[in-house]
T-cell receptor, first 113, second 114 residues
Framework: AQKVTQAQTEISVVEKEDVTLDCVYETRDTTYYLFWYKQPPSGELVFLIRRNSFDEQNEISGRYSWNFQKSTSSFNFTITASQVVDSAVYFCALYPGRRALTFGSGTRLQVQP | DSGVTQTPKHLITATGQRVTLRCSPRSGDLSVYWYQQSLDQGLQFLIQYYNGEERAKGNILERFSAQQFPDLHSELNLSSLELGDSALYFC?????????????FGQGTRLTVV
């Protein structure tokens, strides 16, 4: 069975702080894909990143970075120098190569000015 | 803009009624996925269609059905609606599966059952 755990239900930070959102997954598949999505207050799901299980290189995109560690089944997401516009619910998701994405329960990030 | 179009954006209806949600996938995408997001259940996969055929089923109730038409747009039909069906319904599309491409979601249809 596939499972994605986002243990942090809600995080509150002050602008310019760095924040890391944790994601732990479970799968028996050797090939799989991991995703992060952002859901701002307006409700849409915004794609952030897709990573396959064979690529453990960390990725950086502007203020966003992702740390994929297969040994601990984790795919954590860090926002550097957070901004108020980063306030949203962030979802980690797993795709085991069939069926569909399995989402975590989401982490609500509030960035205070 | 993800390129996935969902209509309507909002829908308010009464218990016992039937509604149809529509999704137009991104150009070139053959797969359509439907998800339900409710407060207590989170984001739940309902069903997937690929090029007109049902490919995978998730936690979809028997009162719900879907189809994908020859032009690849998809409709999700919800009948005998209950208060608990109030949720945000998302459609996503991809070329085939989520593994070989980014998966883009529509803006969702917010269904309120009163």
């Amino acid at each position: 069975a596939q499972k994605v755990t986002q243990a942090q239900t809600e995080i509150s930070v002050v602008e310019k702080e760095d924040v890391t959102l944790d994601c732990v997954y479970e799968t028996r598949d050797t090939t799989y894909y991991l995703f992060w999505y952002k859901q701002p207050p307006s409700g849409e799901l915004v794609f952030l990143i897709r990573r396959n299980s064979f690529d453990e290189q960390n990725e950086i995109s502007g203020r966003y970075s992702w740390n994929f560690q297969k040994s601990t089944s984790s795919f954590n997401f860090t926002i550097t120098a957070s901004q108020v516009v980063d306030s949203a619910v962030y979802f980690c998701a797993l795709y085991p190569g069939r069926r569909a994405l399995t989402f975590g329960s989401g982490t609500r990030l509030q960035v205070q000015p | 803009d993800s390129g996935v179009t969902q209509t309507p954006k909002h829908l308010i209806t009464a218990t016992g009624q039937r509604v149809t949600l529509r999704c137009s996938p991104r150009s070139g995408d053959l797969s359509v996925y439907w998800y339900q997001q409710s407060l207590d259940q989170g984001l739940q996969f309902l069903i997937q269609y690929y090029n007109g055929e049902e490919r995978a089923k998730g936690n979809i109730l028997e009162r719900f059905s879907a189809q994908q038409f020859p032009d690849l747009h998809s409709e999700l039909n919800l009948s005998s609606l209950e208060l608990g069906d109030s949720a945000l319904y998302f459609c996503a599309s991809s070329v085939s599966g989520f593994g070989n491409t980014e998966a883009f979601f529509g803006q969702g249809t917010r269904l309120t059952v009163v």
